[in-house]
């Protein structure tokens, strides 16, 4: 993408988003970082919000980025 926007002559990079389909990872997230995506977009369950909650938290520990 990168490539076909300088190549259209447009200023500045393209803003890459991403809407995930699988469980994100570390590995995922640097993989996509290393191809220019600025944001990755992921669904919520359609639960109670203490079951998203506890989601949202167990993703983060998985990643890294949980509550210090």
């Known amino acids: 993408m990168r490539t076909a926007w300088a190549e259209a002559g447009r ?3 393209p803003e ?3 809407l ?7 590995d995922l997230l640097a993989e ?3 191809c220019g ?6 669904g919520l369950p ?9 989601y949202l938290a167990r993703h983060a520990e ?3 980025i949980g509550r210090s």
């Not at 359609?46 to 506890?54: N, Y």
């Open 11 to 13: 200023a500045g990079a």
């Open 16 to 18: 890459i988003r991403v």
């Open 20 to 26: 995930a389909t699988r469980k994100p990872t570390p």
């Open 32 to 34: 996509w970082a290393d």
């Open 37 to 42: 995506v600025a944001e990755a977009i992921w």
């Open 46 to 54: 359609d639960a109670p919000a203490d079951d998203v909650r506890s």
């Open 62 to 64: 998985r990643l890294g």
